[in-house]
C-alpha cells in the first residue's frame, strides 16, 4: 500500500489521521519531496465495500469507541455514548459527510469585535482574516470540485430542493441553491460525475463526492513519499528537553505499542481525539499536556447550533432520491444586530434513511404519532439548521475516569448550550415552520440535534500564548514542531459547514511549511 519508512527516521513529518486537514497537508508535503508517516486509528475501507445501510455502515465506518458526555444539552442526554458521528477510517468523517461547502464571510473571523462582549461566552477574534483566507478558499475549492465555483456547473434539484427551494421563494429568500457542494456533476480529477444515488450518510460508493480516501491519499500515495499506516492508534507524543516534540507512541493493529520518530508532528484527529492526545502527552515541559500551559486544551468546544425540520405533503417527494444535502438558504447566515442572538445560520437541505429518520425525529419517541410519520417517509422533506454556536470554556472536552479497550482514559464531551444559541434555534424553527407551511404542508415537525461531524474549537487559534493553543499557521505556542491540523484550531464555529475551511486552513498551512517554516 505504501512506502515505509524506519521508525529511527528523524526526518519524517508525522501526521496523526487521515481526515480532510491531516490528508491534504500529507499530500501537499509528500508532492512536494517530504517523507510523511500518517497514523490512521482506523482500517482502510475501499469505496467498494461501503454499503447501504445505516446500521452496518456505523460498525463498518464509525467510531465507535467509547465516550462519556456531561451537561444540559440534550444530545448528551439522547446519545451519551456518541455525541458526535465520526468515521474511525483511512480518510476520516469525510468518508460519510454531507459536501456542502460555503466560505466563511469576514464578520465570522472577528466575532468578538463584532459581537461585542457577550456574557458567559469565550468569543474571540481570529488571529487570521478572510483576506489571510481566500486563495486557499480557492485552492480548495479546485481541489475539491466544489459545484457553482470556477466554472461548474450546478448539482441538478432533486424534489427535496425543489420543495425547499419553493418554500424559500415564496416567504422571501433571495440566496438558495443546490451548493456550493463538493460532489462531481461531471466526470473529473479521475472520479465519476454523481449518478444521485441518494444517501451519502453510509459512504459514497460510486466516488464522485469528495473525500481523501478518492483524492488526497492516493495522489500522496502516487509520490511514494507517504508511509500510511492504517490501524495505528496513537497515544503519546513525546517531548524532548529542548521543548521540540520528538516523535509519536502508537498502538499497531497488533496491539503493539511502536514508536516513530519525527521532525514534526501534525495532529489532526478531529476536536475530540486531538484534545484527547494533547492532553495524554503529559511530560516534565508540559505537565498538563501539549499546549496546554495556559488551560485552553480542550476548551472552548463548539459544534453548530442545530436541528431537523420535517414536513409531510398530501403528494410524494421521495427525499430519498439524488444528493441527500444538495441545498442551502443562506439568507439567515448573516450578523443582524436586531435580532435577539449574535451570528446566523443556514438552512441546509436533509434526507435520512427510514432507520435514521426513526432514530432521529424524536429519539425515544413511540405511539401513534410517531408511527404516523413512518408511515409518510416517501411524502416527507427535510432540512437542517446550522448556525454559529457560541463558545463557553465550560464546554469542553476532558479526560475521563473510565478507560477504553487500550486502558487509555476515553474523552468525555461536557457542553450546555448558551441562551444565544437556544434562541437561535427558535427563530429557525419558526423561519422554516413559515417556509414549509407557505408550500402546503400538511404537518411540520421539529427534531432536536443529532450527533454530527462539526466538532470544533478544541484547540483554537490565538495571537496571544494564553489566549488559545495554536498560532495562526496551526502550530502549538512554545512547541515549535508541534501543529494541529482539523477543526480543533476554529477560533469561533461560523455558522458555515467546516470541510472547505478545514481544507483551505491545511493547504495554508502546507504553504508556510514549505516557505517559511524552519523545523
Known sequence: MSTRFALTDEDVFVI????????TLGSVLASAGKKVVMLEAGPWVPNDDFVNDEREAQRLLGWNDRRTTSGTWQLGHDFPGSPANMVKAVGGTTLIWTGLTPRFKAHEFAARSTYGNIPG???????I????LSPYYSEAERRLGVSHRHGRRPLPANNNYKVLAAGAQRVGYRHFATGPYATNVDPRDGRPGTIQDGFNFQGDRQRSKWSPLVSEIPRALATGNLDLRPNSHAFYIEQGDHGRVTGVAYFDAGGVARFQQAR????????????????????RQSPRGLGNHAGHVGRHYTRHVSGNVFAQFDQPVNFHRGESMAGIIADES????ERPFPGGYYLELIALAPIALARFVQPHAWGRDFAQMMEQYSHTAGLWITGEDMSQPPNRVTLSGRVDQRGLPVPNV??????????MRKDAFEKSRALYAAVGAVSISTAPPTPSGHNLGTARMSEHPDDGVVDKWGRVHGVPNL?????????????????????????????WLLRDAAL
Open 16 to 23: 496523526v489521521g487521515s481526515g480532510p486537514g491531516g490528508a
Open 121 to 127: 461566552t469565550s468569543i474571540a477574534d481570529w488571529p
Open 129 to 132: 482574516g478572510l483576506d489571510d
Open 264 to 283: 514534526a508532528v501534525a495532529v489532526a484527529g478531529n476536536a475530540i481525539e486531538t484534545p484527547r492526545l494533547l492532553l495524554l502527552s503529559t511530560s
Open 334 to 337: 448573516r450578523h443582524d444586530p
Open 414 to 423: 461536557n457542553y450546555d448550550d448558551h441562551p444565544a444559541d437556544v434562541t
Open 483 to 511: 501543529l494541529v491540523s482539523d477543526g480543533s484550531v476554529f477560533t469561533t464555529s461560523a455558522a458555515a459547514n467546516p470541510t472547505l475551511t478545514i481544507v483551505a486552513l491545511a493547504l495554508r498551512q502546507a504553504a
